[in-house]
Structures are given as C-alpha cells and as structure tokens.
C-alpha cells in the first residue's frame, strides 16, 4: 500500500508532547509510532528525548575508537621512525624513550578522538541528508514539527490527532 | 538584571541575527579597510623581508626569534578564550555564554591562523616548515620527536584543525536558519551545502548533543596541553629566565587572561557595529568582566611566582637576566608589562566600572598590550643576556620590518574575524532559544511555586 507523508506543526513543545503521547498509545493500522514517527524541532530539547523515549546514541563509540586508533597510530609512528637509529650510536639513552613520546601520543589521542567522533556523528544523525518529503522554515524558526508516515488509510486518523492538539499548519504529500 | 529578556520572540532573534550578515553599520567597513590596509603593511614586509634576506629584520645570532616569536606565543594564548567560553562553561551549564561563545570560537581559530603565520615567517626561508612536519628526508631520518618544536607544531595542528571543526559542528543548526531564511543567491548556496540537510529532527539533535559535549571535552585538555607545549619550548632548555618549573601554567593563565580580554574588546565592537545590544548584554559583559579581573589575579600570583623563583634560587645568570629586565635597556617595557597586567585589572574590581564600555575598552587594550609586552619580556631579555658572556647584545632593536608584521598581524586577524562575521551568524541563534526558552520555562516554575507557596501561607 503507497505510504504517505504528513507534517503537522505546532506553536509549543506541550502540544507536539501531547500527539506523540497520543500517537503511541493508540494502534492505528499501517503506521507504526516508533519507526513512522519524526519530531522536528527549531532548539535541542531534552524533553522531546523524554517523551520519545529512549534512544541509544553511538558517537561515543566511534570517538572512543577514534582516540585509541589516533593514540596508537601515532606512538608506532614515531616508536617505528626511532627503530632507524638501532644502527647509530644513542650514548646509552633509550631507543624508543617513552615520556616524550607520550606528547605525541596524547596528542594524536585528541586528534583521532575529535576527526572520528564528527564522522560518528554525521554517520549516526544520517548527514548529509536529502531534504524529506516535507519540510517547513518554520521548523528552523519557532514551530515544532511532526512527521509522519502512514498508509493513506490511517492519514486521515492522524489529521485528526492532529487537528485536535491544535495544529497551527498540517502539510500532507503522498509518499513513495 | 536579567542576562536577557526572556520576552524575545524566537522568530525575532532569527531576524535580527540574519540581519547582521546583511546591514551592518558603517563602522564595520571602516574597520575592514584599515585592516586591508595593515595586513598590506605586513605583505609588504614580508615580501620585503623574503627578497632581501633576514638582515633586514635585525635579527641575528643571539637573537634569533625576536618579535615574531614573542608575537606568535601571543595569537596561541589569544586562542584560549575561546575554549574557555565555549568547551568549559558549556560543561559547567554556564548558559550566559551562549549568546558569544560563537565570536569567541571563530577568535580561537583566527588567533591560531595568525599566529601559524609567524612560525613560517620566522624562518625567513618559508618552505623550511617542512622540517617541522612528520616526514622522513632522502636518507629515511624523520624529524626529532622529543623535540618541542616539533611537539608545537603537532599541538598547534590538532588545536586549529579541533577548533575549526567544533566551530563548525556547532554553527549546523544555525547554517540550516540562514539556509531557510534567506533569499536565493550565493550566500543560500553556501549556506545549503554547509548545512549538510540539517532539519533539526530528535535524531540529529541527540547525535549533536552528544558529540558537541565530546568535543568539547577533548578540547580543554588540548588548549591546556597547546599552551603547555608553547611553554615548554622556553621551559626545557636551559637558557637564564625560562627554566623555570611553573612557565606551564603561567603560559596557560596568560593565554587565558589575553584571550578574556580580547573577548571584551570584541564584544563592545560587534555589539556596536552588528547591533547586537539585545543579545550582548550588559550583565553578560559583567559576568567576563569578573571572570577577567580573577584571571587576571591568577596570572599576576604566577608572575610573582616566577620571579620569586627566580631571585630566591641559586641561579645567578637567571637573576641577572631578572635584574637586567627590571634596569636595563628593557626596564620601561617590563615596568609596562607589569603595570597593565597586574594594576591596571584593579580598575575592573569596581562595580561601576564594570559595565562601563568606553573604560572597559580602553582597559581590555592595555590588557593586551601587557600581554603581548610579556611575552616580548620573555624571549628577548634571555636572548640579549644569556650565559656566555660574548653572546650578549644588549642594544638590538628590532628593525621596521618586525615591527611592520606585527601590526599586520593585528589587522588579519581583525580581516578574518570581520569577514567571518559578516558571512556566519556571529551569534548562535538556536542557543540563544534555548537560552530563552530555559530562563522563561525557569521563571515561569518560580511563579507557579511562589503562587503556590503564597496559597500556602494563606492557608496555614
């Protein structure tokens, strides 16, 4: 069945709270709340994460391996570049001498931690994006928006919800 | 006073914050010429400098860093500020921060490219960086690196490139606002590819949260590494006047304390010129304005520190560098240094000073004056008066074409930081609604509960 596409907006953070509290305790055949369901929003807001539910958030994973792979990468590098004076004279001093190397290290630490957590996070917030089917400036400005994918035969319940909580604007395009 | 209205509608902070890219005063194109006009000063020095040879920026044996280096310390300490307003009071939920830690970012990473510039000018052979990157010669040896030279420039990489990507990151929500609201033309192009499609749905928001919070973790640890590594150049050799144990954390409190005190400087200028009088307020002055004069203190214990260090050691040749700062040919410039670092900041512990803008103008500059006199305070006297005897030159005086890169210095990264300005929002728009968001929300509880405490007592 071809799906489609509804945006409602919304003046305040209580309205959009109130539909999605509504959308995921009712059943509405062909669309399912945790996967059809987008908020979008002009500010970052610990209450929509709240009201969503929990979300698990993987950037720590790539910034920790990030830093380990920059912090090893760089303490081989230079271990292996110092590994060239095996045949020369040191004067008894360390070949591979750790406490100034650890500079290095801890720098290329930062630095791997810092490039692969931006990929993490363009990997896991799905950037850079094609703009979705329906998209409103307002969004960017002082609306919060919710989009919702559906079977036609549930949009019109969803207009409903919509209309009720006292939508300001309900966008509506027939989806793929 | 409140930091800011809570009554701004966020519709309204969008308008005014798109307005500045587009209709700023007069002042900000007086401001951008003369700087055109002093990065052409230090252009031409440079090319000057590069034709004719090294002689003539009077530079020799014995001093062999003179002003550019003293200079470039000074744009590394610059960058701090930036940090500090952004990384830790972001992790402290300081929010007061939000309406200028944007300006302080781009500071950050425009004091960090000025200050590169002069690594390279230094040299005199510029393509010589080379020697400070990690790549082996012909022969297969690679670079020293138990080197602070080398350590620097690593550092110093790892800071602009962090610097430049956490400004970025953070400015996508409001580069996704100028790509909505602005009319078609190169500016929304820019915008729409910067913005990498950001619609502000809870998915983007949470991965930003997170990771904005992770690289701003990374990044104290690594302004305060930056500095340490800057200070260690002087700290690890042996030279009269800067082995001296506590220069790492002196370093780190001066970059600190300068870096405020630009913040103040920038802050009075972009208020007039982008009329930002709504979002740049008062109070929030106020709040740097403390947090300078407490730096500021912090940096004059540590000076003390050195110097008492220094007089009470055993080191004769470091106390006759000290004595020799305070009565040779340096005397009026370390008394200088002294007074605008340490007595002029007392002006800032008044109350009614504190929001006094022509004051608080005029002091921010000398602030930075001390600052870059203490950094000029550093290199050259252990230069002019080591430990041998026959390296001594106590009389040199930087040439014309030092002095002519330094001022230039001052008027890229003015260029930079105005052309920035004038191309990104200087204020970030979606913090500034949260800002007023959280506050109203705040107030708004307050009420509830003092209406209900009120009840309350009318009750009992």
Same mark, same amino acid.
């Given at each position: ?92 001093? $360390?070949?591979?001498?750790? $406490?100034p ?26 950037? $850079? ?48 | ?146 080197s602070p030279?080398?350590w ?79 200070a260690s150049d002087f700290a690890m050799s042996q030279?009269?006047?800067w082995h001296?144990?506590?220069f ?213």
């Amino acid at each position: 069945m071809s799906k489609r596409h509804l945006l409602a907006l919304f003046s305040n953070f209580d309205e959009a709270e109130a539909v999605v509290r509504e959308l995921r305790s009712v059943r509405i055949k062909g669309f399912d709340a945790d996967k059809d369901m987008i908020v979008k929003s002009p500010i970052e807001h610990p209450e929509v994460e709240e009201f969503l539910g929990d979300k698990p958030v993987y950037v720590q994973w790539f910034t920790l391996g990030g830093a380990l792979t920059g912090g090893l990468l760089a303490f081989f590098l230079i271990s292996g570049s110092q590994a060239n004076f095996f045949s020369q004279v040191k004067g008894g001093k $360390p070949i591979v001498p750790f $406490p100034p190397n650890f500079v290095l290290t801890y720098e290329m630490f930062i630095l791997g931690g810092v490039y692969i957590s931006i990929l993490g996070f363009l990997i896991c917030a799905g950037l $850079p994006a094609s703009r979705s089917p329906l998209y409103s400036a307002k969004v960017s400005e002082d609306q919060v928006g919710i989009l919702v994918q559906a079977d036609e035969a549930a949009s019109s319940t969803l207009k409903s919800i919509f209309i009720k909580h006292q939508a300001l604007e309900i966008q509506e395009e027939a989806g793929k | 006073m409140k930091d800011i209205s809570e009554d701004i509608a966020w519709a309204k902070i969008n308008t005014d914050v798109l307005k500045s890219l587009e209709n700023p005063r007069k002042l900000y194109w007086v401001i951008l010429l003369i700087a055109i006009a002093m990065v052409g000063v230090a252009a031409g020095c440079e090319v000057y400098q590069y034709n004719t040879g090294m002689g003539v920026s009077n530079k020799n044996n014995t001093h062999v860093w003179g002003l550019y280096i003293a200079t470039f310390i000074f744009w590394i300490g610059m960058s701090h500020s930036g940090t500090l307003l952004s990384a830790i009071l972001h992790l402290m939920h300081a929010d007061w921060r939000k309406p200028i830690y944007r300006f302080a970012e781009a500071m950050t990473t425009f004091s960090l490219m000025t200050a590169g510039l002069f690594v390279a000018v230094h040299l005199g052979r510029v393509w010589q960086i080379y020697y400070a990157l990690p790549y082996p010669n012909g022969r297969q040896v690679w670079p020293n690196f138990q080197s602070p030279l080398l350590w620097d420039a690593m550092a110093i990489f790892t800071y602009l490139s962090s610097s430049i990507l956490f400004l970025y990151v953070g400015m996508i929500p409001d580069l996704a606002i100028c790509r909505d609201h602005l009319h078609p033309g190169w500016r929304k192009t820019l915008y729409t590819a910067l913005s990498l499609g950001w619609e502000g749905t809870d998915r983007q928001w949470r991965n930003f949260r997170v990771t904005y919070l992770t690289i701003a973790c990374f990044l104290i640890p690594l302004a305060v590494s930056v500095h340490s590594i800057v200070a260690s150049d002087f700290a690890m050799s042996q030279q009269p006047g800067w082995h001296i144990t506590s220069f790492p954390p002196y370093f780190v409190a001066g970059a600190l304390y300068s870096g405020c005190a630009a913040i103040i400087t920038l802050f009075i200028i972009l208020r007039y010129v982008f009329k930002f009088e709504e979002y740049m307020t008062l109070p929030i002055l106020k709040k740097i304005v403390r947090l300078t004069f407490a730096i500021a203190m912090v940096w004059t214990y540590l000076n003390l520190i050195e110097y008492a260090s220094v007089w009470y050691g055993h080191d004769q040749a470091s106390k006759d560098v000290l004595i020799q700062k305070a009565t040779g040919v340096y005397a009026p410039f370390w008394w200088m240094m002294n007074f605008c670092g340490s007595i002029v900041p007392l002006i800032l512990f008044f109350k009614r000073f504190q929001t006094h803008i022509p004051v608080l103008f005029a002091v921010s500059l000398l602030l930075n004056m001390g600052m870059w006199l203490e950094r000029w305070m550093i290199v050259a006297p252990t230069f002019s008066h080591g430990y041998y005897p026959w390296t001594w030159d106590h009389d040199q005086w930087p040439s014309l074409v030092q002095w002519g890169m330094v001022f230039g210095s001052f008027g890229w990264f003015t260029l930079l930081f105005m052309v920035f300005c004038k191309v990104f929002p200087s204020v970030s728009m979606y913090e500034v609604k949260e800002m007023v968001y959280h506050r109203s929300q705040a107030t708004k509880k307050l009420e509830v509960t003092g209406n209900l405490a009120a009840a309350g007592k009318g009750a009992h």
